[in-house]
């Protein structure tokens, strides 16, 4: 666990060159194959980086959430792919087991998982079940000392990459919505367990998704992970980390975007000089920097907090929001300061621009942000 501060400023160093270094340069490499490169997989497991949040006693780091997001701001300055890649382990691919897995299901998992052996992902939307997740129809129906699950998942993280899956299936049929809903910890070898083909994305190339399918898929009941009905509590309480994670990568994506725009006005030269010296350019500059600036304040804020024990349901959604919603309007003027050079694909803000969208889509839609953070308002307005 990291609370020296010097060790914490060597570690987003260390992160910082290993991005202009080796990742930056090799994003066009993985936009084009659709793939992360083996010697980039190796080199993140040989820095410790599946296992940034997971317990020392694991072999992980350990991060605290104010850690997590300064090495997040780090990693967003490069393609998403490669975050991707190491985020489900450090998140949702193994944060339940964290929180509620017994002793066996943490010593089985969680050390293959922070070394980077095994990569975790994270099975809840299904076809019909997006933003209502709880409106999943995956059935786990007890058949004596196992469970039999029937179903689908859609658009699943790491999938084709995966060695465990954290599934979530309705045990209880008789209750509706949330209630009934149980989390399972299924390794990718189990009969009745398939993978469909690799989606095919708007963008964040090598960030690979697919559905996982499961047919009379059995699994043990020491598979259950925490209670049985209460999976759904499970899912949410990774989603306020997750949510915070998100908004700091897309606060690095931001940042890169700026940097980008900046070094192209500053050699763009038109009507004698160079574009950055346009006070509309710098306009867009200056309002791009403000947006990132609030964006990252919010997230170590809420990031304090929940280090602290508060409650920050609200303030995640928030910083999520924002933040997200910020990269797109970030995206978009880098565009524009990049005129016509911005809409090819040998210009980085071109790439980007296609991979920020998805911001907005994954761990909880913006609309959903909005619903969370009214909801939460008013619920403390009332008492």
């Known amino acids: 666990m990291i609370r020296d501060q010097e060790m914490l400023d060597n570690l987003v160093s260390t992160v910082g060159r290993f991005v202009d270094e080796q990742l930056i340069p090799r994003e066009r490499e993985v936009a084009e194959s659709d793939a992360i490169p083996t010697d980039i997989a190796q080199a993140m497991r040989d820095l410790g980086m599946f296992g940034l949040t997971l317990p020392e006693e694991y072999g992980g780091m350990g991060l605290t959430m104010e850690e997590e997001v300064l090495v997040a701001f780090v990693l967003g300055r490069t393609s998403p792919a490669f975050r991707s890649l190491i985020g489900s382990n450090n998140g949702i691919g193994s944060m339940g087991i964290v929180t509620v897995g017994t002793k066996e299901q943490k010593e089985k998992y969680l050390r293959k998982l922070a070394s980077g052996e095994c990569i975790g992902s994270f099975a809840l939307t299904e076809p019909s079940s997006g933003s209502d997740a709880a409106a999943l129809k995956t059935r786990a129906d007890r058949q004596g000392d196992q469970y039999v699950l029937n179903g689908s998942k859609r658009f699943i993280t790491n999938a084709p990459h995966a060695g465990l899956f954290t599934v979530f299936a309705r045990t209880d049929q008789s209750k509706a919505g949330a209630a009934g809903v149980s ?123 929940r280090d602290a024990g508060k409650d920050v349901t609200l303030e995640a959604s928030a910083s999520k929001l924002f933040a997200t919603e910020m990269v797109g309007r970030v995206a978009d003027r880098a565009v524009q300061i990049h005129g016509g050079s911005g809409y090819i694909r040998e210009y980085a803000v071109e790439r980007f621009y296609r991979d920020v969208r998805l911001f907005r889509l994954y761990e909880g839609t913006s609309q959903i942000q909005q619903l969370v953070i009214a909801r939460r308002m008013l619920k403390d307005f009332n008492g």
């Not at 020491?222 to 915070?244: C, H, P, Q, V, W």
């Not at 700091?248 to 038109?270: F, N, P």
């Not at 920097?289 to 809420?302: L, P, S």
């Open 183 to 305: 989390a399972f910890l299924i390794e990718r070898n189990t009969p009745g367990l398939s993978l469909g083909a690799i989606d095919k994305k708007m963008g964040q190339m090598g960030s690979v998704t697919s559905d996982v399918i499961f047919e009379n898929c059995k699994v043990p009941v020491s598979a259950l992970l925490g209670k049985e009905n209460e999976g759904f509590k499970i899912a949410m309480k990774t989603l306020d980390r997750g949510r915070l994670h998100i908004g700091a990568v897309a606060t690095g994506a931001a940042d890169r975007l700026i940097e980008e725009s900046l070094r192209y006005a500053a050699e763009r030269k038109q009507f004698g000089e160079p574009i950055a010296n346009f006070q509309l350019i710098q306009a867009m500059l200056a309002d791009s920097k403000t947006e990132a600036y609030a964006a990252r304040c919010m997230v170590v804020d809420a990031a304090r907090k």
